[in-house]
């Protein structure tokens, strides 16, 4: 599962994106969570005790750590650029990338229309 920096950048409750992702974690079977760089140590030290997921966080921005190493045969992504990039990176590696959660149920209310835009166009793109 891919996270994203949204608690951090104030669009999503911590709290509550810790809670669903542990909720995903589990619905989807993921095994290994790989943290944005603006993730916090707290967050992610909560997202792994509530769902039991080895937590990565890679020294490179994601679309050249996964071209160095093992990639598993599925990715999960919560909506985020990635959706755009990794699918051109991992061209021809077998590998499927699905986003799996529509976060725009999460949203803070004060959640600005810019944003809200940005990630339904990623979710419907």
Not at 1 to 15: K, R
Not at 60 to 67: A, I, S
Request: glycine fraction near 4%; include cysteine; proline fraction near 7%.
């Amino acid at each position: 599962m891919i996270g994203t920096s949204l608690a951090e950048t104030g669009l999503i409750d911590p709290a509550r994106y810790v809670d669903e992702v542990a909720l995903l974690a589990h619905r989807w079977n993921a095994e290994r969570y790989y943290a944005h760089r603006r993730e916090s140590p707290e967050k992610l030290r909560m997202i792994a005790e509530q769902s039991k997921i080895e937590i990565v966080r890679p020294e490179l921005p994601l679309e050249p750590e996964l071209l160095t190493g093992p990639v598993a045969e599925s990715l999960l992504s919560l909506p985020s650029t990635v959706l755009h990039t990794l699918p051109f990176v991992l061209a021809g590696t077998g590998v499927r990338i699905t986003m799996c959660a529509d976060v725009t149920t999460w949203l803070e209310p004060d959640t600005s229309a810019r944003a809200v835009a940005f990630l339904e166009e990623v979710i419907h793109a």
